[in-house]
């Protein structure tokens, strides 16, 4: 990726309302937000190494994190 914008997308879950999301960047949380759609653009990303997860809510709680997710932005 390069600097600035990334959009974050993810399959839907049956159950889930909304969905938690997790970006550290360069090993630190940077970012961490509710969202009701599948999909998240967000911008200001800096040079470095990101890790992202994902997880689907209800009114019963949180469901399990996803597997994390890998990228560089240069």
């Given at each position: 990726?390069?600097?600035?914008?990334?959009?974050?997308?993810?399959?839907?879950?049956?159950?889930?309302?909304?969905?938690?999301?997790?970006?550290?960047?360069?090993?630190?949380?940077?970012?961490?937000?509710?969202?009701?759609?599948?999909?998240?653009?967000?911008?200001?990303?800096?040079a470095g190494a990101y890790t992202?997860?994902?997880?689907?809510?209800?009114?019963?709680?949180?469901?399990?994190?996803?597997?994390?997710v890998d990228f560089e932005v240069?």
């Amino acid at each position: 990726a390069t600097s600035g914008e990334v959009l974050y997308r993810w399959t839907p879950e049956p159950l889930a309302t909304a969905y938690e999301l997790w970006v550290d960047a360069n090993g630190s949380t940077w970012i961490h937000t509710t969202t009701t759609a599948t999909s998240q653009v967000i911008t200001g990303h800096s040079a470095g190494a990101y890790t992202w997860w994902v997880r689907g809510i209800n009114d019963h709680g949180a469901g399990q994190w996803s597997k994390p997710v890998d990228f560089e932005v240069r």
